[in-house]
């Protein structure tokens, strides 16, 4: 049966990202846009995020108008340290993804604003235990580039367009969506380029309802476990399948991967910041599996899941891929491999 709401939300959800690029259509290639929007709705759900948790901490604590959005920023800092030791990061209420829109239009150096405030949270967790959890996650969003335009007033015009089209997303209370929003727009957005980019599309993302199917198998039988490995782990998606079949809290002692590609291994650390999986929870490796595995000295992983994409071009079931798709998953008691 067609859950109405899930297919409403996910529409919804696929027309603002194609406004978004219509908005920079022949500016911005296609896969250099899927990085730009990703990162953007990054920024913007860890601002809120933040945002929320502080402020549903003084309506407790008896302050019952609190909104950290209106602090100056003099005014915030004394939260910094224990906001860093509870969520890994730090935002200004100055540096806020809904103050810096405000003012976006009016702002002739956005650009370096941004590149200001995204360094500004990744250094928030230099020298502390979520330091290489936050390390080089804009990397990929250049707001100097000429990709964005040959001049600044360019660049900055769709920046304002890019951080609009963020924000007219409605995403509400985002663990209240019955789809994984952010999963989702990963996967429009791949679906949208990758074949124009020449990019092989396995290589980047899972579709959902595949991910869904394997961690189910490998979880069966289960109500929790351990910990959940992905030697090849992409994006991150059979990890967060493993958290939504499971609940986050049943996997007691968190989530583990590597993957060697920098881009994607960047998204698969964004993906667990959006689906709320403290940096505590998770350790993603940047490195090849195969001649430098990580991950030796912690206990066996309970579950261990992966799709591994090999480049043969074959048609199954009537589906034309450019991959073949070897699947490997099931509940182990081994430390790193699959038989």
């Known amino acids: 049966m067609i859950d109405n709401k ?66 100056s920023d003099d005014e915030a800092e004394t939260a910094r340290e224990d906001m860093v030791q509870t969520k890994g990061f ?5 540096q806020l993804f809904c103050n810096v829109l405000k003012r976006a239009d009016q702002d002739e150096n956005l650009n370096e604003t ?19 959890d936050f ?14 335009g040959g001049t600044v007033p360019k660049r900055n015009e769709r920046l304002v367009k890019l ?29 949208m380029y990758a074949s124009n980019a020449g990019k092989s599309g396995g290589e980047y993302y899972t579709p ?37 079949v499971l609940g986050k809290d ?18 698969c650390r964004i993906n667990m910041f959006l689906h709320d999986i403290d940096y505590d929870k998770f350790n993603i490796a ?10 030796w000295d912690d206990e066996p992983f309970e579950v261990i899941v992966s799709i591994i994409w090999t480049p043969f071009s074959v048609s199954t079931l009537g589906l034309h891929t450019r991959n073949n798709t070897d699947f490997c998953f099931g509940s182990h008691g081994c430390s790193h491999h699959c038989s």
Not at 114 to 132: H, P, T, V, W
Not at 135 to 148: I, Q, R
């Open 6 to 71: 899930k297919e409403q939300e996910r529409a919804e959800l696929h027309r603002t990202i194609w406004g978004i690029a219509n908005d920079l259509r022949g500016s911005v290639d296609g896969w250099d846009f899927k990085n730009y929007v990703l990162v953007m709705l990054f920024y913007r759900y860890i601002s809120e995020n933040l945002t929320n948790y502080i402020n549903a901490g003084e309506i407790e604590a008896g302050t019952p108008d609190f909104d950290y959005t209106q602090l």
């Open 90 to 94: 730090f935002i200004l209420p100055s």
């Open 114 to 132: 941004l590149e200001g405030i995204f360094r500004s949270i990744e250094g928030s967790a230099q020298g502390c235990e979520s330091e290489d």
């Open 135 to 148: 390390k080089g996650l804009f990397d990929d969003f250049d707001v100097n580039g000429n990709k964005l």
């Open 163 to 191: 951080m609009n089209g963020v924000a007219s997303m409605q995403l509400g209370d985002y663990q209240d969506n019955t789809i994984d929003a952010f999963g989702d727009a990963y996967e429009y957005l791949m679906g």
């Open 208 to 244: 959902q309802e595949v991910s869904e199917l394997l961690t189910r198998l490998a979880t069966a039988g289960k109500t929790e476990v351990n910990k959940v490995y992905d030697p090849a782990c992409g994006s991150g998606s059979l990890l967060l399948k493993a958290a939504k």
């Open 250 to 267: 049943k996997v007691r002692q968190g989530f583990f991967g590597q993957e060697i590609n920098i881009t994607t291994y960047n998204l």
């Open 286 to 295: 940047h490195e090849d599996t195969l001649t430098e595995p990580q991950h």
